[in-house]
């Protein structure tokens, strides 16, 4: 798939996932959200970039950790940066600020002290250029965090792009687990500028209650939304069955308790 499209693809998906994907997510990514933020290390005052920021589940709490620091979510979702805009309201957060752009062209000169990417750059065209963006907008010594999914083999759920696929091809997410291979994260930041990198690699259980609620989250709520918006009655159906029996292994009491992985990294753009 041509780059344009690609990145046509995903914000259209995005569009359409964007009041499912909090409800469905947010606490699944906990345990990343929480390693990603101590990776980071934020100090209040700081300024923060982040790529990829869809409704917010990080940004918020980046911002309160921050304060009065100013913040600049970007996503290349104008309606999931709405919801963001919407919650920041809410709960009475200000210094948050949005735009709507690709993770892989950020649409500011300014230079912060943390840049961050959660579980966005398996969704980009080019994760070298994004990882290139977020060194380019920090200031010299400043610091980076990015999270992403781990491995094919360690994430229960990865049947999903393969049952989309076969009934209308999207290839939304090509590479989707190239990041999570071992050491990928890590080698990328090095080869575009970053030093003292490290990585950690964590294994989590993401707990569905019910068939509704883990149909809801693999085909409403994601990447695979836009795709799954063309299917016909019957191919929803057959879908939902293939996808349940993909997880059937990982039933208990009445829901399921399927395995996934993060890796979450970090590294320091050089003083020099």
């Not at 091809?169 to 990041?179: E, H, N, Q, T």
């Amino acid at each position: 798939m041509k780059p344009k499209v690609q990145l046509w693809v995903q914000q259209r998906g995005w569009d359409l996932a964007s009041n499912t994907y909090e409800g469905s997510w947010r606490r699944q990514l906990q345990p990343a959200t929480d390693k990603l933020l101590e990776f980071a290390d934020l100090q209040a005052g700081e300024t923060v970039i982040e790529a990829a920021s869809g409704t917010g589940i990080v940004t918020l709490e980046v911002a309160r950790r921050v304060g009065p620091g100013r913040v600049l979510a970007t996503d290349l979702s104008k309606d999931m940066l709405a919801v963001l805009e919407g919650t920041a309201s809410e709960a009475g957060i200000s210094n948050i600020e949005t735009a709507a752009c690709n993770a892989e062209r950020l649409a500011t000169e300014d230079q912060f002290d943390v840049a961050l990417c959660a579980l966005g750059l398996m969704y980009v065209p080019s994760p070298l250029q994004a990882i290139a963006e977020l060194h380019r907008t920090l200031r010299p010594g400043g610091r980076v965090a990015i999270s992403v999914w781990g491995e094919r083999r360690n994430c229960g759920w990865a049947s999903l792009f393969g049952i989309v696929d076969a009934r209308v091809k999207s290839d939304v997410c090509p590479m989707f687990f190239s990041m999570g291979a071992p050491s990928a994260l890590t080698e990328s930041l090095s080869r575009q500028g970053f030093v003292d990198v490290k990585e950690e690699r964590i294994s989590i259980s993401i707990d569905y209650p019910d068939d509704e609620s883990a149909l809801v989250a693999a085909f409403v709520g994601g990447p695979v939304a836009l795709a799954y918006a063309r299917f016909d009655e019957k191919n929803r159906a057959s879908a939902h069955a293939e996808y349940l029996e993909s997880i059937a292994q990982y039933r208990h009491d009445d829901g399921y308790r399927v395995p996934g992985e993060f890796v979450i990294a970090s590294g320091r753009k050089s003083p020099q």
